[in-house]
C-alpha cells in the first residue's frame, strides 16, 4: 500500500494561508489503513485547525468529508457540488489524490495535508517500512524475493557494498541489510546461483527517468483507440 | 597503444607492469584538499614519490566534497608519481563516467579503482541525491568493455583512442555475510578487475581465513591482490575504527598495544603521546605487512595513510620494500 504520514500543523496552517473556509477530505484506502488519512484523521485535524486558527484570532469554518478512494473519477465526482463554497480543499490523501482533485476540479484548489512517502507494509503495529519503488522491471525474482531497489541504501545489484556488518546496512544500524536478507535467503531456497551472475546494468528508463509512465491495456479500454 | 597491445599490456601503467613481473607491489593514497590549491597535491606527492608504484587518488572520500581525482591525478603526475584514478557510482550516471574516463585517459591515466561509494549520510552533504546509475560490478564490467571491446555501454563504438585502463576494485574480507565477500570478488574479477585493493586489516586471522577461499577458488591466479593497512594514529583512532566505522573490524591486540604505547607519559605531554602513538602505529603497520606477505594469494600492498602521507616511506621502508623496482 502507500504509506503517508501528515504535514505537521503548522505547515498546515500556513499551506491554508487566509482561507476562511476550508473542505477537508479524507480517503478510505491506502491512508485509512496507516492511519494518515482517514475518516478519524480528517475528523481529528479539522478540529485542530478549528481550535487553532481560533486562537490565532481568525477563525476558520472546516467541514469534513471522506471518500473511498480518492484516486478515481467515480468516487470524488460527487464532492463537485459542494466545491463552490469553500477557499480550498485540503485533501488526506496521497499525492495522487491531491492530483485527482485538482485535476478533477480545476476552479478549486486543493492541499496537500500528507507527505505521500513509500510503497511498504506494516512491520508491525505502528511501524511501516517501504518495499517497492514501482522501478517498473520487477527484479524479485533474481533476488530472493527481497528488493535491493528500495531497500538497499544504494540500490546494488550484484551484492554487498563493504559497508554490511552484522546484518545492518553502514548508512543505520536501525536498517537490515537488503543484502544479507537476500543472502541469507537464497542460501536457504539453494539459490546462491542466481547471486554469482554478473547483474547488467538496470534498465531505468523503465523507472522514474522518463516523465509520467502509462500503461495502456487495449482490451480493457471501453472507446476504441483510433 | 599498439605498442603496448603488442607487449601485452593491458594498459602499460608502471602499476601493471611491477605486478606482472612478479614484485611485491606496493601502493599508497593520497586524499585531494577540500579547496583548489594544486600545491596540496605537489606537496603530497613529492612525499609519496618512490616509495610507491601508483598512488590512489580518492574521489569524493567519505562523501566529502575534494578536489576531483582526475585533476588531483594530473598534478600528481606532474611531480612523477603515477596515479590510480578512483571512480565510485555514488556521484555519477553511466554517462558522466564515461566522459570522465575519456578525459582521463586523455590527459596520461592508466590505472582506475571502481567503488560504489561511501553513502552520503557520511559526508558533508547528507541532502544531496545519490546516482548509482551502476554498481560496482557494472562499472568494471564497462570500463573493461571500453577497453577490451572499443565501445561505450550503450554498445556504440568508441571513435579513435580507446582508453585502456588498469582496472581496480575492492574488495572487503571483513564485511558481512562473510560467506558472499569471496563470491563476491570472483563477480568482480569476472566482470573484468585485474587487480584488487583490499579494506583495512586488522584482523590477519580473518584475511587469511578470506584468501583461503579465494585461493581455492583459484581467484589469486586471475587478479592481484594487494592488502590494505594503515597505520593507527592513536588508540582513539583505534576505537573508533573498531566501534564505529561500518565494514571493519580492529582486533583488540591492536588497541591495547596503542593504549599501551603512551603508557607513563603524562597527558600533558601531547607531543610525546603523539610521538609515541606514532612511532607504534608505523611498527604495527611493519609487522602487518611481513606477516601479510607470507599468506598465499598476496600480491603486493595497499597503504592507506590519509593525512598522515609522511608514514608511508618508514613504512615501506621497515618493511624491506625499498627501493621501488622499476620495470622497462
Ligand atoms: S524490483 Fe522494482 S518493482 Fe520489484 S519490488 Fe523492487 S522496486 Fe518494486
Ligand atoms: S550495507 Fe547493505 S543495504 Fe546498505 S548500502 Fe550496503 S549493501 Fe546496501
Redesign the interface.
Known amino acids: 500500500m502507500i504509506v503517508a504520514e501528515q504535514k505537521p500543523l503548522a505547515e498546515i496552517m500556513e499551506l491554508l494561508g487566509d482561507a476562511r473556509k476550508v473542505l477537508v477530505v479524507g480517503c478510505g484506502t491506502c491512508v485509512t489503513v496507516c492511519f494518515a488519512g482517514g475518516e478519524k484523521e480528517v475528523g481529528i485535524l479539522a478540529s485542530a485547525l478549528r481550535m487553532m486558527s481560533k486562537l490565532e484570532g481568525h477563525p476558520m469554518e472546516v467541514d469534513e468529508a471522506t471518500v473511498q478512494r480518492q484516486c478515481e473519477w467515480e468516487y470524488i465526482d460527487p464532492l463537485e457540488e459542494r466545491l463552490g463554497e469553500y477557499d480550498v480543499v485540503l485533501s488526506l490523501a496521497c499525492g495522487i489524490g491531491v492530483q485527482a482533485m485538482n485535476e478533477r476540479f480545476p476552479d478549486t484548489l486543493t492541499l496537500p495535508g500528507l507527505n505521500t512517502t513509500f510503497l511498504g507494509l506494516p512491520e508491525e503495529q505502528g511501524v511501516w517500512e517501504e518495499r517497492c519503488q514501482a522501478c517498473g522491471d520487477c527484479i524479485l525474482g533474481l533476488t530472493a524475493g527481497i528488493c535491493p531497489i528500495a531497500r538497499c541504501s544504494k540500490q546494488l545489484l550484484n551484492g554487498p557494498c563493504g559497508g554490511s556488518q552484522n546484518g545492518v546496512c553502514e548508512v543505520d544500524p536501525d536498517i537490515p541489510c537488503a543484502w544479507q536478507l537476500i543472502w541469507e535467503r537464497a542460501v536457504k531456497l539453494g539459490r546462491v546461483d542466481q547471486l554469482l551472475e554478473i547483474q547488467p546494468p538496470k534498465d531505468w528508463s523503465k523507472s522514474r527517468d522518463g516523465g509520467p509512465r502509462k500503461i495502456v491495456r487495449e482490451d480493457l479500454r471501453l472507446v476504441e483507440a483510433e | 597503444m599498439a605498442e603496448e597491445r603488442a607487449n601485452g599490456y593491458k594498459s602499460g601503467s608502471n602499476l601493471e607492469k611491477i605486478l606482472r613481473a612478479g614484485h611485491f607491489a606496493v601502493t599508497a593514497e593520497l586524499g585531494p584538499p577540500q579547496g583548489a590549491d594544486p600545491e596540496d597535491i605537489l606537496r603530497k606527492a613529492r612525499i609519496l614519490k618512490g616509495v610507491a608504484d601508483a598512488v590512489n587518488i580518492t574521489d569524493n572520500q567519505t562523501a566529502i566534497v575534494r578536489m576531483s581525482s582526475i585533476a588531483s591525478g594530473v598534478l600528481a603526475m606532474s611531480e612523477g608519481l603515477e596515479p590510480v584514478v578512483q571512480m565510485t ?2 556521484d555519477r550516471n ?1 554517462l558522466a563516467i564515461q566522459a570522465d574516463l575519456l578525459g582521463a585517459y586523455a590527459l596520461g591515466m592508466r590505472n582506475l579503482l571502481c567503488l ?4 552520503q ?2 559526508g558533508n552533504h547528507p541532502t544531496a541525491k ?1 546516482v ?7 562499472l568494471i ?2 570500463v573493461k568493455d571500453m577497453r577490451d571491446e572499443g565501445c561505450f ?1 550503450c554498445g556504440d563504438a568508441i571513435k579513435g583512442v580507446v582508453p585502456r585502463f588498469f582496472i581496480g576494485a ?3 574480507p ?4 562473510f ?2 565477500r569471496p ?2 570478488l ?2 568482480k574479477v ?2 573484468g578487475a585485474d587487480f584488487i585493493q583490499t ?1 583495512l586489516i586488522y584482523d590477519i586471522p580473518r584475511f587469511r581465513e578470506f584468501m583461503k577461499r579465494v585461493v581455492d577458488m583459484g581467484l589469486h591466479e586471475k587478479v592481484y591482490i594487494l592488502a590494505g593497512v594503515g597505520p593507527l594514529k592513536s588508540s582513539g583512532a583505534a576505537r573508533y575504527m573498531r566501534d564505529k566505522v ?3 573490524i580492529v582486533r583488540d591486540e591492536y588497541v591495547e598495544r596503542m593504549v599501551a604505547a603512551i603508557k607513563g607519559i603524562p597527558k600533558e605531554d601531547k607531543k610525546a603521546r603523539r610521538e609515541a602513538w606514532r612511532k607504534t602505529g608505523i611498527q604495527i603497520c611493519i609487522e602487518q605487512i611481513q606477516e601479510i606477505r607470507e599468506i598465499e594469494g598476496v600480491a603486493g600492498i595497499h597503504i592507506m595513510a590519509i593525512e598522515w602521507e609522511e608514514a608511508v616511506r618508514p613504512i615501506v621502508e621497515g618493511a624491506g620494500l625499498l627501493p621501488r623496482p622499476t620495470v622497462e
Open positions: 557510482c555514488r553511466r560504489t561509494g561511501d553513502h549520510s557520511f545519490n548509482h546509475d551502476l554498481d560496482s560490478v557494472q564490467r564497462m555501454q575492492a574488495a572487503n571483513f564485511g558481512d555475510p560467506e558472499f563470491y563476491r570472483a563477480k569476472a566482470a579494506q561500518p565494514g571493519m
